[in-house]
């Protein structure tokens, strides 16, 4: 679906980069029941029914109202809390839904990461009475071998009921899956895709595996790539996931997700890839904010310190640490790493997450870049059009997807000037 | 301190070596002796202290030799001058090593005590005592519990026929028998002879460059003395200065009022041209110059020839600044421009080895910021044209027509490996594997068997080397010196890539090898070149026949990195890095060729 902008209105798109609050919320819950041989994202295993998690949880609450009462939660649309494993969080979960949706009242999609493990009943009656509108289930694979390769604690059986409980329950249900894992052979992977699509969910997001460094599988492998997730076998997955879901019905509206009818795609995502600015709160967090946005932020936060002259977008990142933000820090005390934008930079960069989109480069967004890139941005449209990566439409076409990050390079070297100013909270 | 350091009478000098197998502690007992007599303190101490080069330190060898005084407070009660003249320790720099030998009475031999001797101390040991050494043997490590000092003199006695009864036990970690040792060096190095009064001969053992005084030269006096404002004459070049002063280092510069007979110190010769200062080179006075030089002195030749290319044509003026600020440090250093199709213009360099080769093209890279590719190496043909003419080709680019060649020959060198025999069968396998011939066999002594034999350089440049090393488990040393030149069956061997030849990937190999060696350097071309958007046909050709051939599969897919909570700077980081690596890599029509791919034929026989 063509986004709401079009028309080639260059001053709509240009508009976003001025808008003062966050369009969406996110907040990061750092904590496992164990980690998973993949994971390289800020998660630590932790006991269950740990003190650590009720206090992150109450100062993570905190944390929200501070930001909406600088008012930068007032055009927020979407929330979505992730991890980590939010609903390790059990009780303290629900607590954290109701203060988002009370802080930023116009949030209409509030997305909740849940494990098979830990979604309990309790779990999903009490974030659905809370205010949650969505369930993102990490299921990763129907099959009980290449789950126990990845270090997940449940099994697919476990997976298959819990969807079924959640999408009984009446709220939007997504699965992630993953491929190009250990074990996973065509067939498996079929098994997965098709029964991750019998549950009835309305959206499924597919990943391939990125072996990342410092991880327990990286050790496990060693240096050389193995072939389950050498790239032939990530494209083939890839391709199989889009015709086994195209045949269940799912629409492929982004590089990496699928959804069942237009109202079921990520709303919150989409935040992501349309340059809509977005707070996040908790240990590795991150946000995006305009110049007004941060400035906002700044009266709340002065150790982020002044924006840097010229620049017209603020990407920050929490480092404080999750016994630090427990210990009841507020946002005056958080530490930040941060990044500025240019304007060129941040049109580019835009560009650059747009092409993820199957609806291809908004007609504002080309425009907008038009007025802010100057006539380069045709040479560039011109090559990736010509080079097979996007079609006429200028949306990606499958060689644009597979090999996303020649197309995502190209489009942020449109910045020109690349190198971005980056800092640390003092 | 100046006055203690008065030119000293010959009989309380020891000029000195260290010599070892690798490893087996000669840095550290070195650093020892700096800090025992107070040389250098204790906290300045950086660890290896005579290597002063960051390459140096960090591969652990030693490339330009250094020559450090310190002064010994003997338990006699007398004052002592010794001179530490360090060697350079890799096949590449023979020359060098006999020349710092040539300056010294006496050799310490450590060997380490968990160890024992191994090839390189026989080999070393027989450098020594071939420049008639005085020998002290020092037995290192025995800090560590598996040291069997005992066993390990005996194998001194048995392997090297050098006494080791009273072998000095040493710890260069603990410093535990350093001070033995010095008294020893007192006791066995026999003083410097010499008449102070005859005419000036100081040996060049080393030489380097100052901005502001000009080459400065490393010497030992054998007769007379040097002192600032003495007319001066390069014996072999003969080229005349002024003498700008003289000094010692300790380790740094120390400015003296004179160098004495016998003694080892520097010289600044306010020549701006290092090209006129060689190792190996006598000094003497202009007006009474001595009888005879030194003896042994020959020019260093370059005997590999490799070409140097920025990956950024922009920075070809860059580069040959670069390489003229090295020659005034390394005057050996050779070059004339090269074009070439594939990686446009840069350089033909030639070396002393392959080793030289590395170092050079590390230090251009690292200390001027250069991005580089290094062609397979080469060596200079005579190939004589069917009109008579004969011409020198360091490059395979240049090799005319093969219809108006008429034979080409090839340089050969007379090698001789040092190996205990049980590895003797798989030296001579090598060797012909190589298109050596074997020319004679010794044994030293019972666990040392010389081997000597004649083999094209072209063999030894490429990898015969690591060959050897990996053959005999590190055990076999190698020697070599140039010989004649000798007509081969050659052909010129050419790289296609997607079709089109790249004149920077072609080689000069032995006709009947032509084959294997395209198919190993194909494969090894597949390995090397990433998958890039299209299949990348690679063809090795003789003229026109295409005679092997491997294919680079599309690349299917690339990285995507989830963006996780929305932490774009992750993914956009992602980005950059991956066009890092493209930076570093060379477009060769539509093909991304990675820099180790020029150097490929190196690597064609590592499996």
Sequence with gaps: MPSSVSGGFGSEWCARLSASGADALYLHIPFCARKCAYCDFASWATARGDALCRHYAEALERQVEEVSHLGLLTECETAYIGGGTPTFLGEALGGLVRCATRCAPRVHELTCEANPDSLSDAVLSDVAAAGCTRLSIGVQSLCDAELFELGRLHDAARARERVSAAVASGLDVSCDLMCAIPLQMADSWQATLEGVASLGVGHVSVYPLQIEDGTALARRVGDEQPSWNSPDTQASCMEQAQSVLESFGYRRYEVASYARLSEKECSHNKMYWTGRPYLGLGTGAASMLTAEGYKRLLEACPQLGPLPEGMARARLKVISGREEIARGASLLSLAFEEEFLTER?????????????????????????????????DGTLDHLVREGYLDDALAPTQRGWLLGNELYGELWDLAGDTGTVTRRSA | MMSRMKTTDTSHIRNFSIVAHIDHGKSTISDRILELTHTVDE????????????????????????????????????????????????????????????????????????????????????LAMNANLDIVPAINKIDLPSAHPEEVKKEIEEDLAIPADDAVLVSGKTGEGIHDLLEAIVYLVSPPKGDIKAPLKALILDSYFDEYRGVVATVRVFDGSIKKGDHLRMMALGDTFLCDGVGCKRPLETPLDELGVGEVGYVVTGLKDPALVKTGDTITY????????????????????????????????????????????????????????????????????????????????REF??????????????????????????SPQDLPDVTRIDHIEEPYLKAKVIVPPDFMGAVMQLVVDHRGETSDMVYLSEKSVEI????????????????????????????????????????????????????????????????????????????????????????????????????????????????????????????????????????????????????????????
Aim: aromatic share 6%; hydrophobic share 40%.
């Design chain 2, 286 to 365: 202009e007006d009474r110059p001595c009888a005879e030089a030194c003896p042994g002195y020959h020019e260093a030749k370059p005997m590999v020839f490799t070409g140097l290319f920025p990956i950024d044509n922009k920075q070809y003026e860059n580069l040959r600044d670069a390489l003229e600020k090295l020659k005034v440090n390394d005057p050996s250093l050779i070059w004339t421009p090269e074009t070439s199709v594939a990686l446009g213009f840069g350089f033909r360099v030639g070396f002393l080895g392959l080793l030289h080769m590395e170092v050079v093209k590390e230090r251009l890279e």
């Design chain 2, 452 to 607: 000597h034999f004649d083999i094209p350089l072209a063999e030894l440049i490429l990898d015969f080397f690591d060959q050897l090393k990996s053959r005999t488990k590190g055990y076999a040393s190698l020697d070599y010196e140039i010989g004649d030149y000798r007509t081969s069956d050659l052909v010129k061997l050419d790289i296609l890539l997607a079709g089109e030849e790249v004149d920077a990937l072609s080689f000069i190999v032995p006709r009947d090898r032509a084959y294997d060696m395209a198919r190993s350097l194909c494969d090894k071309l597949k390995e090397i070149i990433p998958r890039q958007q299209f299949e990348v046909p690679i063809q090795g050709a003789i003229g026109n026949k295409i005679i092997a051939r491997s294919t680079v599969k599309a690349v299917r897919k690339d990285v995507l990195a989830k963006c996780y909570g929305g932490d774009i700077s992750r993914k956009r980081k992602l980005l950059e890095k991956q066009k890092e690596g493209k930076k570093r890599m060379k477009s060769i029509g539509s093909v991304e060729v990675p820099q180790e791919a020029f150097l490929a034929v190196l690597k064609v026989d590592d499996e």
């Design chain 2, 43 to 126: 906290r300045d101490m950086a660890d290896q202290l005579l290597d002063t080069m960051d390459i140096e330190r960090e591969r652990g060898i030693t490339i330009k030799s250094n020559a450090v005084r310190v002064l010994y407070d003997a338990d006699d009660g007398e004052s002592y001058q010794f001179n530490l003249i360090d060697t350079p320790g890799h096949v590449d720099f023979t020359y060098e090593v006999s020349r710092s030998l040539a300056a010294c009475e006496g050799a310490v031999l450590v060997v380490d005590a968990t160890q024992g001797v191994e090839a390189q101390t026989v080999s070393n040991a027989t």
């Design chain 2, 369 to 394: 910021g250069l991005d580089l590719i290094a062609t397979s190496p080469s060596v200079d043909y005579h190939v004589y044209k069917t009109d008579g003419e004969m011409v020198d080709i360091t």
């Design chain 1, 345 to 377: 930079q941040a049109v580019a960069e835009d560009l650059m997450l747009g092409a993820r989109l199957a609806c291809g480069l908004d007609a504002g967004l080309v425009a907008c870049a038009h007025d802010v890139l100057g006539p380069s941005v």
